[in-house]
């Protein structure tokens, strides 16, 4: 086999196709090859892809959403905490838990049905938002047939069903 023949600049016949990059554009040598480095590269991810979508189409995982209903819980539960302790009138012992919701609010007082954004704010671990994510839950899907049924509005879990269920009812 010849060695391919030298042109003029000293460049190979090999690089002749590209010499426009090199006498019209200015490219030193090196930047060519990066060029034609980086175009190969770019054909290779093009056919890589090309076979996967053609030959391998269930290869594809599709991305679940994150349920950050847990940890809404879990913030929700710990900043309830805090604020407890921080307005609470005297010492309390680490383990003691009142049953008394903030306001007063009194074991069975409040229907989901019938309740409106403030009373539903008053009750642990409902915020203004959790109030109007259930009265829209309400509206969209009815009356409630039981407390359990607050699990199907986005954000509350076990958790914080379980702290407001001694305060509402449904009548």
């Excluded at 879990?74 to 005297?90: E, H, K, N, Y």
């Excluded at 259930?134 to 407390?147: K, N, Q, T, Y």
Aim: glycine share 10%; with cysteine.
């Amino acid at each position: 086999m010849e060695p391919c023949p030298k042109l003029p600049g000293g460049e190979s016949s090999s690089m002749k196709p590209l010499a426009f990059l090199h006498e019209k554009l200015g490219f030193t040598r090196t930047e060519v090859r990066v060029i034609v480095l980086l175009g190969w590269t770019l054909l290779a991810g093009l056919g890589v892809r090309w076979v996967r979508e053609r030959y391998f189409p269930d290869d594809r995982q599709e991305i679940q959403p994150f349920d950050y209903t847990r940890h809404d819980s879990v913030f929700m539960a710990r900043s309830q905490l805090i604020d407890s302790l921080a307005t609470s009138p005297g010492p309390r012992s680490p383990g003691h838990h009142s049953k008394a919701a903030p306001g007063g609010l009194q074991p069975n007082s409040i229907d989901l049905n019938a309740a409106t954004r403030e009373q539903l704010i008053q009750l642990p671990g409902i915020g203004p938002q959790f109030a109007d994510r259930i009265l829209e839950f309400r509206d969209e899907h009815g009356p409630f047939g039981a407390v359990d049924d607050l699990t199907r509005v986005r954000g509350i879990g076990p958790k914080k069903l379980a702290k407001i269920r001694p305060f509402v009812r449904i009548r």
